[in-house]
């Protein structure tokens, strides 16, 4: 039988020192870390009144020729974050795709690491907040969402959820080692990562959106059995709610939206995250 023990919040700081935990104040902190040989860096932001519990992290990926501090102020998680008491790190991009700098290698090509400087953030911020390792998560806008794709792939037996905005993709071979729940935005309008892949997208595009949501649709082992509600006479959401380990893909489709961060996204987001956990 499992002991029940009443710790104060002060004790839980102290616990979480004598764990080693560097100590590391709420609000934002710019950290730089050695990731696959290469100086890497990421912002990190901790929940106001956090004092050593157990919270979880979001990793949160700007789009491409982006910076952390850009994606902290379109996705407004820092303020979620504070109200519902976990972590994000928005890491930084240093990989020059086909039309950007300071992007993801979201396509497994040759160069940046960036499932391993994923990896080691994970890791570098555990060393500092304690974190709920069941409930680890990731999001991103653009390449962000891209680099999101994958890592919902590679890192599919540490992260609980994936949430990518205006870019999923299904990676070349994946395999994930575990179902993982999806929740992906996408408008119609987009002109950069185009809702159908097309003669004129750019190399990185790959596939279109559905194209990537029906497969990863069936390496959740869901049914083909989707519900569809209509928000309004502009949005749709897409549910596959029958897949192995409740492993649910949600769709969010904006008849008219671009290549934006949508209104109302992150807390969609934060709400989904919320339902799932390893």
């Avoid at 929940?47 to 700007?62: K, M, Q, R």
């Avoid at 509600?229 to 897949?243: M, P, Q």
């Amino acid at each position: 039988m499992k002991s029940i023990i009443s710790v104060s919040a002060g004790c839980l700081a102290l616990f979480a020192t004598s764990l080693g935990l560097a100590q590391t104040g709420t609000g934002q902190s710019t950290h730089s870390i050695t990731s696959a040989g290469v100086e890497r860096s990421y912002l990190l932001h901790v929940p106001d009144g956090y004092e050593g519990e157990a919270i979880p992290l979001v990793l949160n990926y700007h789009g491409s020729g982006g910076v952390p501090e850009n994606q902290l102020a379109s996705s407004g998680f820092d303020q979620i974050a504070d109200r519902e008491n976990f972590a994000v790190a928005f890491p930084a991009g240093t990989f020059t795709n086909s039309v950007s700098q300071r992007s993801w290698n979201a396509n497994v090509e040759l160069g940046v690491d960036d499932v391993q400087f994923a990896r080691d953030v994970i890791a570098d911020v555990s060393s500092r907040v304690n974190i709920d390792a069941t409930r680890i998560y990731v999001t991103g806008m653009s390449g962000g969402a891209r680099m999101s794709s994958r890592l919902a792939c590679e890192l599919s037996d540490i992260l609980a959820a994936a949430a990518p905005v205006a870019g999923l993709q299904y990676p070349d071979g994946c395999v994930p080692v575990s179902a993982i729940p999806i929740l992906a935005f996408h408008g119609k309008a987009d002109r950069v990562n185009q809702y159908e892949v097309s003669e004129d997208s750019r190399p990185y595009w790959r596939m279109g959106v559905e194209t990537a949501v029906e497969r990863w649709r069936r390496a959740n082992g869901c049914s083909s059995d989707v519900e569809i509600d209509a928000i309004n006479s502009n949005v749709e959401l897409r549910t596959w709610a029958s897949c192995d380990d409740d492993a649910e893909i949600r769709f969010v489709v904006i008849a008219d939206g671009g290549h934006v961060w949508p209104e109302g996204a992150s807390e969609q987001i934060w709400s989904f995250f919320a339902q799932h956990q390893n």
